[in-house]
């Protein structure tokens, strides 16, 4: 079955950069593109950007970019977001998600980062 | 681009039916078909319920459907359950590669 599982749970400190991974399986990687969602604590859905995985072509949202790098690995089938200069506000379930047309159809589990001195 | 616009909660009992809106633009839930919503259970991952509008995912039960009527999206459950207690979002396309959420609608099962 259709199955993308992220990196476990991560604690930084303000100023540091994470790399989130989400490894795909059960499909073909190359055929859907792969989104990042974030949710902060007790507040809704915000869409991070999305990665080609064919290509590596990549679009990021307005209020992450400069900060966001989304990557691909084809060996592996894996797709990695990294967040640089983390603020305290950075504090959230990140979630990858398999792209279906314009809309999410898979969901992986969701990894906790906290940024916290 | 501004985020869709949901209700921050509605409620219904058992057996009852209950609609959330996703008001968005010309833009975005008017321009085209797509559409999606998701469920999301405290603590879990947001599940696709309803995509491309109104097309139910396999395993998704009947009792969820979904439509649009210009710059709004619906989402009705009819026929209540328990397990229908969560949170739902709506997503739409909003052209250029951009994905926008909506808020957020806190279900109640009274």
């Known amino acids: 079955q259709v199955q993308l599982v992220q990196s476990g749970a991560e604690v930084k400190e303000p100023g540091a950069s994470v790399k989130v991974s989400c490894k795909v399986s059960?499909?073909?990687?190359?055929?859907?593109?792969i989104t990042w969602v974030r949710q902060a604590p007790g507040e809704g859905l915000q869409w991070t950007g999305w990665?080609?995985?064919?290509?590596?072509?990549?679009k990021y949202g307005q209020e992450f970019q400069g900060r966001v790098t989304m990557t691909r690995d084809t060996s592996t089938s894996t797709v990695y977001m990294e967040l640089r200069s983390l603020r305290s506000d950075d504090t959230a379930v990140y979630y990858c998600a398999r792209a279906y047309f314009y809309g999410l159809d898979v969901w992986g589990q969701g990894t906790t980062v906290t940024v916290s001195s | 681009q501004s985020a869709l616009t949901q209700p921050p909660s509605a409620s219904g009992s058992p057996g009852q039916s209950v609609t959330i809106s996703c008001t968005g633009t010309?833009?975005?839930?008017?321009?085209?078909?797509?559409v999606f919503w998701y469920q999301q259970h405290p603590g879990k991952a947001p599940k696709l319920i309803i995509y491309?509008?109104?097309k139910r995912p396999s395993g998704v039960p009947d009792r969820f459907s979904g439509s649009k009527s210009g710059n709004t999206a619906s989402l009705t459950v009819s026929g209540l359950q328990v397990e229908d207690e969560a949170d739902y979002y709506c997503s739409s396309y909003a052209g250029s590669n951009i994905l926008l959420f909506g808020g957020g609608t806190k279900v109640t099962v009274l």
């Open positions: 990665i080609n995985v064919n290509n590596g072509d990549v």
């Open positions: 491309e509008v109104s």
């Open positions: 059960g499909y073909t990687f190359a055929s859907h593109a």
């Open positions: 010309s833009s975005d839930v008017a321009y085209d078909k797509y």
